[in-house]
């Protein structure tokens, strides 16, 4: 990869962010186009609701989410409005909220983020727990089975096959594992991709187009499934597993460390990044993970289990600062400290599947997507985690970002500034 970056730290910011149409009637714009200030510093967000003149705008300030700091009525005229001003001695978020009937807007920031600590401390025999992992599953055997994937005859020059690679836990790693065929050996990179959260979505699931489109990249692209499930089953399949073995999977086994649901996730992982370097067209050099939400902190987790991991795209990543509750902040998605459960049993068990401590020893590349609007995996928790790796961390912090793409005309505004800057950075780094 091409890097002309200087510090390990960057923040991308789109020019035109500090001034944000989420909707056709109210406008709001802050002090910082980025979103981002330091501490004492003041933070003014004015709206402009000319359309709306006469009418009366809710105003509502959030602090970490969900802690209700400020609530006003305005009484909207045709030019512009303050409607907060303030600044925060401590790191934190803050949220601004615009409502007139059906119509509203939204816009975050954040107060020295790159100072988040964990909300809870690592476990002292944290590394012990992993590596002792680490050495049993590089012990068991290699149980590997493979089909020919059906319908991919017509992308002459490349393969793509239906794999299932045994594994500790409960579930064997399955998905769509496609390369090149003759590939040089030592020649390409590896991508793994991995999926958000859910279980019978589109976007829970492997496809082999997924596989096969990094693959025409010029590498060895494997789509892990998150759940171990079976490749193309009938719809019933999914709806099974979604109402009965994975209903509500994220709450399973919070209170014992060797039954959190993520521990069999995340060794599925590493088993899954052990077959791919073990693949004789690995360049020996560069693993880049990618996914988005439980996608993205399953990206995370990778780069902080596996060295091997040399760079990830973690977009709106989950399974950060799980304890941020601890700090006064809202944890990161599934919010697994929040429910209802034993906490001092939790907090023996859920330490060893944060992403604030799993990330504590990688030097990988991060590039990450954080929405500051964003009330499921929030911007604060994302910080949290990415700020205790020690490799280069390349950030998009976007302040009218919520956790889903809108719907609306937003839809290609994100298309042009989000996915194209990625996609540019995926393909660089793949070069």
């Known amino acids: 990869m ?93 949220i601004v909220e615009a409502m007139d009937g059906g119509k509203n807007a939204s816009l975050g920031m954040l107060v ?3 100072k ?12 012990l727990y992993w590596n002792s992992l680490k050495k049993s599953l590089n012990a068991l055997p290699w149980d590997i089975k493979k089909a020919f994937v059906v319908g991919t005859e017509n992308d002459k020059g490349y393969i793509c096959e239906d794999i299932e690679v045994n594994c500790l836990g409960p579930k064997p790693a399955r998905g769509y594992f496609a390369k090149p065929e003759n590939a040089e050996p030592g020649s390409l990179p590896v991508v793994l991709l991995v999926h958000a959260a859910g279980v019978k979505g589109s976007w829970c699931r492997s496809e082999p187009g997924n596989a096969m489109k990094y693959a ?14 079976l490749n193309d089953q009938p719809e019933s399949y999914y709806t099974d597993l979604e109402n009965g073995e994975l209903k509500t999977y994220w709450l399973q086994g919070l209170t014992r460390k060797d039954e959190v649901y993520f521990r069999g996730m995340y060794l599925r992982l590493l088993r899954t ?14 693993i880049l993970v990618i996914g988005e939400s439980q996608g993205g902190g399953q990206a995370l987790v990778a780069a902080g289990l596996d060295e091997r991991v040399s760079a990830v795209v973690a977009i709106v990543p989950a399974m950060c600062d799980w304890f941020g509750s601890m700090a006064g902040r809202m944890g990161g998605w599934p919010q697994p400290f929040e429910a209802d459960a034993s906490k001092e049993e939790m907090l023996r068990a859920l330490p060893y599947f944060d992403a604030a401590n799993i990330l504590k020893s990688s030097k990988a590349i991060i590039f990450t997507e954080i929405g500051l609007i964003d009330m499921t995996c929030p911007s604060t928790s994302v910080y949290t985690a990415i700020n205790q790796a020690k490799g280069q961390k390349i950030v998009y912090t976007v302040p009218y970002r919520p956790h889903h793409q809108p719907e609306d005309a937003l ?14 950075f995926i393909s660089n780094y793949l070069k």
């Open 2 to 94: 091409k890097r002309h970056l200087l510090s390990s730290f960057i923040t991308l910011v789109l020019l035109w962010l500090s001034f944000i149409v989420q909707s056709q009637d109210i406008t709001l714009r802050q002090t910082n186009k980025s979103g981002i200030y330091r501490k004492g510093q003041k933070i003014t967000v004015t709206a402009f609701a000319e359309s709306l003149a006469g009418d009366t705008l809710h105003i509502r300030v959030y602090k970490n989410n969900t802690q209700l700091i400020n609530q006003k009525n305005i009484i909207i005229d045709k030019d512009s409005l303050v409607v907060y001003e303030g600044s925060s001695g401590k790191p934190c978020s803050i």
């Open 112 to 114: 020295e983020p790159e």
């Open 116 to 127: 988040l600590k964990p909300g809870a401390r690592c476990p002292m025999d944290f590394d």
């Open 216 to 229: 025409k990249m010029g590498t060895l692209c494997f789509d892990l499934n998150a759940h171990g499930m």
């Open 273 to 286: 990044i052990d077959f791919l370097s073990k693949q004789p067209e690995w360049d020996g050099k560069r």
């Open 411 to 424: 839809a290609k505004t994100w298309q042009e500034d989000f996915y194209k800057p990625r996609e540019l």
